[in-house]
């Protein structure tokens, strides 16, 4: 199965951090609106409202990810892997106190994958 949102370990590291901070129920939200689109926001539950504006990618670090409708029609051609940079990213995201940020980079899937991707069922989780 092809994942279309995958984590770097430094990310997955961040992520378990901010879990023994907030606990395990984190979810993310891939930015439309800042840093180049770039910042993929971390968020406790019910900080923000999933509806069916957003497309649900996968888990990183056991955490649901999701991304707009809109930016998703752009990206859905890429895997997005989530990174850390130093610094601080979107202003509401939970690792901002931590002085770093998550960080979007993408591939674009080969024609193989983007085959297995089209084969898969049209669902919530395949959007």
């Not at 890429?78 to 002085?99: C, K, N, R």
Request: glycine share 12%.
């Amino acid at each position: 199965m092809v994942e279309k949102v995958i984590a770097t370990p430094a990310a997955l590291e961040l992520i378990a951090h901010l879990k023994t901070i907030h606990g395990p129920d984190l979810m993310f939200h891939q930015s439309g609106g800042c840093c180049d689109n770039s910042a993929a926001n971390c968020y406790l539950p019910g900080e923000i409202t999933m509806g069916a504006g957003d497309v649900y990618l996968g888990d990183v670090g056991r955490c649901p990810f999701y991304i707009g409708k809109a930016q998703y029609a752009y990206w859905k051609h890429t895997q997005l892997i989530i990174d850390v940079i130093e610094g601080h990213g979107g202003t509401f995201s939970l690792e901002g106190p931590e002085g770093k940020a998550f960080h979007t980079r993408s591939r674009v899937f080969t024609a193989l994958e983007l085959a297995e991707l089209d084969a898969e069922p049209a669902g919530p989780a395949n959007a």
